[in-house]
């Protein structure tokens, strides 16, 4: 699957490579404790290391507030334990990034605890059904219920009602999620009472009046079975998952992308196709304007051959050409500016052009035309064909020539500007 990724578009392993190579190095199993934001996963945590005679490291606090934003191990019999900060569905800034650390974190693990809240799930909910789906070997992935005193009124004066409670809402989870009986859930008051608050520096009888009832017994003796014996089919999972995970989330991006494409597309075929547009109505008045100015030549020529005021007419008949092409010129280009403001104010464009741009980066892009269909060009054309007619009718050719030769002098030295053009 890892070659696979690699050979997609965009899909080169990359750092996820770097993060799982680090991890398949771990020669421990790691268990990682995960949930949403204060389900109370530290005080878990701080709870069995000061069970088990082990310091409480300084990176984990105890608070009611959001503490915890990194992923830190602390290492606890055959296994390493993993912390990591709580996920917040939906949340943005800091959580969302806390949120993406601690996905990262389960899927780079071989034993999964997901940490709930006596009121069990709620936002979260099809976040984990999505990772308890992923293919976990039976026995690594664990539920804990925890902080579970407040959901009583006082566990002590009446354990038995404590514990059917309990039971109940093991049921109600096992529903919850169709986990059958092979699915280890505990239910846990981790700091009964808050009887260490937010302290670390702890002995194990802090907590020795309450371990009738509490639970911590049972998940402390399902950590001592964690066995090192189980690494390779364990790890062998985890590759399954964290990899098909990231295929996921590589297909995820490509179909983003592909979309943003194909929609990206359409702009440009649409582009395309008001570019052709005002090509065809461009070249169309460039040839009615080439047909009408050889017309009207022709006609004066014919006329100044009888009344000898050739110069005249043609001045005229020229200028009520060039004004009435020229208007057909600026309504073309008023209707193709309205055109791109148009287009341009459509929400498809922004992405649009910014492909277009990271096309473009780093090419030594020429000058661009003024326009669809090189308007300018043809302008330019035309202009320069009319000041060449217009200086051709008024230069003198001769004061002393007769009619025909003056008229057949001026016919010779307005045709090369129509042959320009054509």
């Not at 019999?77 to 650390?101: H, K, L």
Request: with cysteine; aromatic share 8%; charged share 30%.
């Amino acid at each position: 699957m890892r070659d696979w990724l690699g050979r997609l578009p965009g899909g080169s392993p990359g750092r996820h490579a770097d993060d799982w190579d680090a991890f398949q190095k771990r020669d421990r199993p790691v268990v990682t404790l995960f949930g949403s934001y204060d389900t109370g996963k530290s005080s878990l945590l701080r709870r069995l290391l000061v069970d088990s005679g082990r310091d409480v490291p300084d990176w984990l606090t105890i608070s009611a507030r959001h503490e915890t934003f990194e992923v830190n191990d602390v290492e606890f019999g055959t296994c390493i334990v993993r912390d990591t900060p709580g996920f917040d569905v939906g949340a943005s800034g800091v959580r969302e990034q806390n949120s993406s650390r601690a996905m990262a974190a389960v899927g780079l693990t071989d034993v999964g605890i997901a940490v709930l809240t006596p009121q069990l799930v709620t936002a979260e909910r099809d976040v984990l059904r999505r990772l308890f789906t992923q293919g976990w070997p039976a026995g690594t992935m664990w539920f804990v219920i925890s902080r579970f005193d407040e959901a009583y009124g006082n566990p002590e004066s009446n354990p038995a009602g404590y514990r059917e409670l309990g039971d109940r809402k093991v049921r109600e989870l096992r529903e919850l999620f169709g986990l059958d009986d092979r699915v280890p859930v505990f239910v846990v008051s981790q700091d009964p009472f808050e009887t260490a608050g937010p302290a670390t520096d702890l002995g194990r009888d802090t907590w020795d009046e309450f371990r009738d009832w509490d639970g911590m017994q049972d998940l402390t003796n399902a950590f001592g079975a964690v066995s090192p014996s189980a690494l390779p089919g364990w790890r062998h999972a985890a590759g399954q998952r964290y990899w098909s995970a990231v295929l996921d989330e590589t297909l995820s991006v490509l179909r983003g992308q592909l979309a943003d494409y194909a929609e990206q597309a359409r702009v440009a075929a649409h582009g395309v196709d008001r570019r052709d547009q005002w090509e065809r109505q461009l070249g169309n008045l460039d040839r009615a304007a080439h047909a009408g100015l050889e017309g009207l030549v022709d006609e004066v020529l014919r006329r100044s051959w009888e009344s000898g005021s050739a110069a005249d007419e043609l001045q005229r008949t020229v200028g009520e050409w060039f004004i009435k092409h020229e208007g057909h010129l600026d309504r073309l280009r008023q209707s193709i500016r309205k055109g791109k403001e148009r287009d341009r104010a459509l929400p498809t464009w922004a992405g649009f052009a910014s492909l277009v741009g990271t096309l473009k980066s780093g090419e030594n892009a020429a000058t661009a035309p003024d326009g669809p269909g090189q308007i300018s060009e043809h302008t330019n054309n035309i202009g320069s064909m009319l000041l060449g007619v217009l200086k051709t009718m008024t230069k003198d050719v001769g004061q002393t020539a007769g009619k025909e030769t003056k008229t057949l002098k001026m016919a010779e030295k307005v045709k090369p500007y129509l042959r320009d053009v054509s």
